[in-house]
């Protein structure tokens, strides 16, 4: 449980975290270290240098503009779960991080950090699918954007070029009318989910006029449920409909098979936690 | 000089909910654990262990590890084979006990198996080491599961024997054949008892430091047996006993896995010896999953025989125990645990059992918390159970049904226990009511008409403690305990035992303070060093208050003697008219008084000195039970499961315990509650998972589960209080009863919500995936 050994650097501005990454190919980028600091010390990943992003002050903050919330990568999942911005105008994104692991972790664990990482089982994605991400990446050559759908390629695996840093995640204002919900069920060691759910769900005058959905821990990477979305749009919001619609939550989708959780149960886990977070969401109006 | 003082109001502490004196510095981080030790030149070791299950050892290659700056030394199983076997206390006529080496020589048996020991300038250096050791291993087949190990022509773990059988255990009394012909109703289950990592906070870690000058070792060891471990270092090194000294200094949490003589241990001695350097070795998270014993390890099969009025007549238990590839201390006896506490709390008329235990490519299995208690207690509450619905009676009713009478006491159990005192009816009673039995049936019969899976899961549970009459131990059952009284009045105690969480430290002042009507800040209760302490037997099966605290308590009646002498002798008076109350000697016939202070002044000062009398106030005494101590109790919940997802839900959880006479209600329950936790974790996530190669599936944090503050219900705690009769306090020990009572409760509430389904078992874990299996299965057939 000892890592290898690598430098450490904690650079305070951006250009320098992204002069430094681009000086040494063995670098990695730390951003609370919540995955990479265990990896390290089971010698799983050893980076040779680390780039420690806790002390660049521009990369923690919450902010709107045009439409967004703007979260910095350094935003512990903590802040995200408290910021009032960020609960008034992204409320999925909020309770989302309510669920990531224990109160140490929230403490320490970033946004940024998480959605790089890529993990399968990750909270993060699935709110972050609901609701239409993008992600800010940085080079020392320019900046460009991407959906988060396109961002995450596979289990950690993700668009991110090397020399590239991911600043910024964008999260379009929530909806008005729209409600929310975030479910999950976790494996108890890691606390990472079996199944996750994000919902958002519009309803008007009964029916279903919009609809969000997209589920974590159930296959190589977090996605989005199009063909529940496809089978709510335009129905009665209801036990019924939200039943038929769940039963599509994986349609399409390798569900994953560990130790911990089938592939058989997944799939089942998948359709009852997605009717159940339409139910929670359509209940809290 | 004698003054007169007045008394002011005395405090009292026994029985009160006293906060730990222990906390503060542990809370604080100012306590020393062994990894906050340091030495002058101190070095750092590090243990490469085995990939395989089963290999042999062709060739090692250390040059490269030899050659990395900072690396002292290299140590293969060669360069130690001086350094004697790993010890194992096991009386079975047939019992196998291989050759367990401190690091492996031709071969290694688990994944694990400790192979080189690398030693450097630090513990970074030491683990980039293990990287650059080349081990040839040729892996040879694996047997890993216990069942398969023992059938007819299976892969032997040592060629040296011609199967896998490390011993036999039998046990019989009655015509249990008879009994079961008899029966109106008889039933069988199979059960499955899964491997439990003990997961201390603190894994193991150890200091040694050689003295050359005075030819001294000291090993500071997170242990709970300081003494035993001397004396079992000396003969493994065979050194002289009185030149080796181990300290225990604050041991963070132990569960039975460091009461137990480690490979580990010796090794840092034999390396601090040769290279004269003070070593310390600090156990990864990951090796402690790996290689520290693993608890439980049974496949059972349990059956019973029953009149159908609910008499329960006849028991057969057959065990099979997966004990790894090697044992370690008490490896053979614990299971044996689960034999003799096999009838719990009822009148069987007669039992038959047996035992075998397997040698597995897996680590050594041994005592964790509970140690074959809660084994028998879990088999035993399950197939009751599961008579009780054959029969279409209530699971209480069953219980009363057969639990001797009070008056019955000292009970002689089945198996030859003699149970010291209980009221089992009552303590069960009480959680009946306290959960509101009735209530609660009437909501589940609610429930399943709503087609909700609600279940009421009861377990009475008995238990073996305060270990124990010697003839029953390995080593020795006794404690020792010496009071030394300053001239100040302050008190200095002495105890054999080595807390590790229990909070004797508190406990014991306690009883200090009351009996010398003293503040509880004038006593220190020392422990864990045995250059300080004379010897001691350790603290595990809840014997330190039992045990230790009844050697406290002869000790401190002999101070009192003394005393009470001295108080006559400077009063003037005789000593048959001084009394000894809230601190002051007092005399009908003086009108001065004498505090416990003054006392101890002049017994020291010895202007004075009474007749026939020594100088000093200090006493040692040993205190040998003549019996175990048997506490019991009742634990009741309540749970709904979730059909859709297989998750259990827990709505109460109601634990009446009863370990006789209590000296702080705040520890029993703390003792209560962790204990409740370590039943949960087997109950419902926890379990060592190997696969058929003998490699270990879950064993980190990320996969291995114990449970979390949010997994745990509201504990109900009340109690009981029948006095021991087999100790001068009337205590009986709770360190194990929470892990003991629990599980059977949680298991029979799961069963007992899907018994609508027609199950009457489910295997631990219980997980979400496992239940919603069981559902699934049951409504497709």
């Given at each position: 449980m000892i890592p290898a050994r690598f430098e450490y650097s904690a650079p305070e501005t951006l250009s320098e975290a992204l002069r430094l990454l681009g000086s040494d190919g063995e670098a990695k980028v730390l951003a609370g270290g919540q995955s990479l600091v265990p990896m390290m010390k089971f010698r799983l990943a050893q980076p040779g240098h680390l780039i420690d992003l806790?002390?660049?002050?521009?990369?923690n903050f919450v902010a709107e503009e045009n439409g967004a919330i703007r979260i910095g990568a350094m935003t512990t999942h903590n802040q995200v779960e408290t910021s009032a911005l960020i609960r008034e105008k992204c409320p999925l994104l909020a309770k989302t991080a309510a669920h990531i692991g224990d109160v140490q972790v929230r403490n320490r664990g970033t946004i940024g950090g998480s959605v790089v990482h890529a993990d399968p089982a990750a909270d993060y994605p699935a709110a972050l699918l609901a609701m239409e991400a993008k992600v800010k990446l940085v080079s020392a050559s320019g900046e460009r954007m991407a959906g988060l759908d396109e961002f995450l390629v596979d289990a950690l695996t993700t668009l991110l070029e090397e020399g590239e840093i991911l600043t910024e995640v964008h999260v379009p204002l929530e909806r008005a009318g729209v409600l929310t919900a975030y479910r999950t069920l976790v494996q108890p060691a890691s606390g990472f989910a079996m199944a996750g759910v994000g919902v958002r769900l519009g309803v008007e005058n009964g029916t279903i006029t919009f609809a969000r959905v997209a589920l974590t821990g159930v296959g190589s990477k977090p996605y989005r449920a199009t063909a529940v979305e496809q089978a709510l749009v335009g129905q009665g919001a209801g036990a019924e409909t939200f039943a038929a619609a769940a039963a599509h939550a994986t349609d399409g989708v390798d569900a994953l098979s560990d130790m911990h959780a089938s592939a058989e149960y997944r799939v089942n886990l998948a359709a009852v936690q997605v009717r159940r977070a339409l139910e929670d969401a359509a209940g809290s109006a | 000089m004698a003054t007169t003082t007045t008394t002011p109001e005395l405090k009292t502490y026994i029985g009160k909910r006293v906060r730990r004196v222990e906390d503060p510095r542990l809370i604080t981080g100012t306590a020393t654990y062994v990894d906050d030790i340091r030495k002058p030149g101190m070095l750092h070791a590090a243990v490469l262990r085995s990939p395989y299950a089963a290999a042999k050892i062709t060739g090692i290659a250390i040059e490269k590890a030899l050659a990395l700056p900072g690396v002292k030394a290299v140590y293969t199983g060669k360069d130690v084979a001086a350094v004697g076997p790993v010890p194992c206390a096991g009386s079975m006529e047939d019992l196998r006990i291989p050759d367990h080496r401190i690091l492996a020589r031709e071969r290694v048996y688990y994944v694990g198996h400790p192979v080189v020991a690398v030693v450097a300038t630090d513990r970074y250096i030491a683990a980039d080491a293990l990287d650059l050791i080349e081990v040839d291993y040729e892996p040879t087949e694996v047997i890993s599961d216990p069942e398969e190990a023992l059938k007819d022509g299976a892969v032997r773990v040592h060629p040296e024997y011609p199967d896998n059988v490390a011993f036999t255990y039998k046990q019989a009394k009655g015509d249990v054949d008879k009994a079961f012909e008899e029966a109106d109703f008889t039933c069988e289950e199979r059960i499955l008892v899964p491997r439990l990592a003990p997961i201390p906070m603190e894994t193991r870690g150890v200091v040694a430091d050689w003295d050359e000058g005075a030819k001294e070792l000291t090993l500071y060891s997170s242990t709970q047996i300081p003494h035993l471990l001397k004396t079992q270092l000396a003969l493994q090194l065979d050194m002289p006993e009185h030149h080796i000294r181990v300290i225990a200094p604050e041991v963070g949490g132990g569960f039975g896995s460091k009461c137990n003589v480690w490979a580990e241990e010796a090794l840092a001695c034999f390396v601090a010896m040769d290279l004269k350097k003070p070593i310390k070795w600090i156990e990864s998270r990951r090796e402690s999953i790996q290689v520290v014993a693993h608890g439980r390890a049974h496949v059972d099969t349990i059956e019973i025989a029953a009149k159908k009025d609910g008499t329960l007549t006849g028991l057969k238990l057959h065990i099979v125990c997966d004990i790894g590839a090697h044992h370690q201390l008490l490896t053979p006896i614990i299971p044996t645990l689960a034999v003799l506490m096999l009838p719990g709390l009822y009148k069987f008329r007669s039992f038959k059992a047996s035992l075998v235990g397997a040698f597995t490519n897996r680590a050594p299995s041994d005592l964790y918390r509970g140690a074959g208690r809660p084994e028998a207690t879990y088999v035993l509450e399950r197939i009751v159970d599961k008579m009780a619905r054959i029969l279409g009676m209530d699971p209480a009713e069953i219980r009363f049904k057969n639990f001797p009478e009070p008056a019955e006491f000292p009970f002689e159990t089945v198996?030859?226990?003699?149970?010291?005192?209980?009221?089992y009816a009552a303590a069960f009673h009480k959680a009946l009511d306290k959960i509101d039995y009735k209530a609660c049936r009437e909501e589940q019969k609610k429930a399943r008409a709503e087609g909700r899976l609600y279940g009421i899961g009861i377990s009475t549970y008995g238990e073996l403690c305060a270990f124990g009459p010697s003839p029953a131990t390995p080593a020795g059952g006794w404690e020792c305990a010496s009071v030394n009284v300053k001239a100040t009045g302050k008190v200095e105690v002495l105890t054999g035992i080595s807390p590790h969480g229990q909070g004797e430290e508190t406990s014991f002042s306690q009883m200090v303070a009351d009996a010398f009507g003293i503040p509880m800040s004038d006593v220190v209760v020392i422990h864990g060093d045995t250059a300080k302490v004379s010897y001691g037997i350790g603290t595990f099966g809840s014997r330190g208050i039992a045990i230790g605290g009844s050697a406290l308590h002869l000790a401190m009646q002999d101070i009192v003697a003394k005393a009470t002498k001295y108080a006559a002798h400077i009063l003037d008076v005789d000593a048959d008219t001084v009394t000894f109350k809230n601190g002051t000697f007092s005399s009908s016939a003086a009108e001065q008084t004498l505090s416990f202070a003054d006392v101890a002044l002049e017994t020291h000062l010895c202007r004075k000195l009474p007749p026939g009398t020594e100088p000093g106030l200090t006493a040692t005494r040993f205190f040998e039970p003549s019996n175990f101590a048997f506490p019991f109790g009742a634990h009741i919940c309540t749970v709904e499961v979730d059909q859709e997802t297989g998750e259990t839900t827990i709505l109460r959880f109601v634990a009446v315990d009863d370990c006789g006479k209590i000296i702080n209600p705040l520890l029993v329950e703390g003792q209560i509650h962790g204990g409740v936790a370590q039943g949960l974790g087997p109950a419902f996530m926890e379990g060592v998972i190997y696969d058929e190669e003998g490699q270990l599936l879950n064993g980190t944090m990320m996969d291995y589960a114990i449970p979390k503050a949010r997994h745990m219900p509201w504990i109900e705690t009340d109690r009981t209080e029948t006095p021991s009769t087999v100790n001068p306090l009337g205590v009986k020990g709770v360190g194990e009863a929470g892990t003991i009572g629990s599980l059977p409760a949680f298991v029979n509430a799961v069963v007992d919500a899907l018994s609508p389904l027609g199950v009457d078992h489910v295997d631990i874990p219980m997980t979400p995936q496992s239940i919603w299996r069981v559902i699934q299965e049951r409504s497709r057939s």
């Open positions: 806790a002390r660049i002050p521009d990369l | 198996t030859g226990l003699q149970y010291d005192s209980g009221d």
